[in-house]
């Protein structure tokens, strides 16, 4: 399995900005598509913003136009920067990895999550 470590989550008042981010290691697949997934208190899990390996990028309708997801120069590296919080975008926010093999199929790996707590 590859490993996810993620990081940047804390506290921040209404209306200010973190930035999260991710590196993976380990994986023996290739990389088609990373990710931020969130979940709040009490809610199930859900897509908050991914990319994929040719830049196509997706985000919840939630966070449009407050959250851009990024990569970084290296293939393993994920970015979400995150202005105009909000209290209801308190979560964990968990990375994840999809890759491709050839043989096995795609798989998705998922990290241990961030807290991002934003107060009012």
């Known amino acids: 399995q590859v490993q996810l470590v993620e990081s940047g989550g804390g506290l921040v008042q209404a209306g200010g900005s973190l930035r999260l981010s991710c590196a993976a290691s380990?994986?023996?697949?290739?990389?088609?598509?990373m990710g931020w997934y969130r979940q709040a208190p009490g809610k199930q899990r859900e897509l908050t913003a991914t990319?994929?390996?040719?830049?196509?990028?997706n985000y919840a309708d939630s966070v449009k136009g407050r959250f851009t997801i990024s990569r970084g120069n290296a293939e393993n590296t994920v970015y979400l920067q995150m202005n105009s919080l909000k209290p209801e975008d308190t979560a964990v926010y968990y990375c994840?990895?999809?890759?491709?093999?050839?043989?096995?199929?795609?798989?998705?790996?998922w990290g241990r999550g961030t807290q991002v707590t934003v107060s009012s």
């Open positions: 990319i994929t390996d040719d830049g196509s990028t």
């Open positions: 994840t990895v999809d890759g491709k093999d050839s043989v096995l199929g795609y798989d998705r790996s």
């Open positions: 380990g994986s023996r697949f290739r990389i088609v598509a």
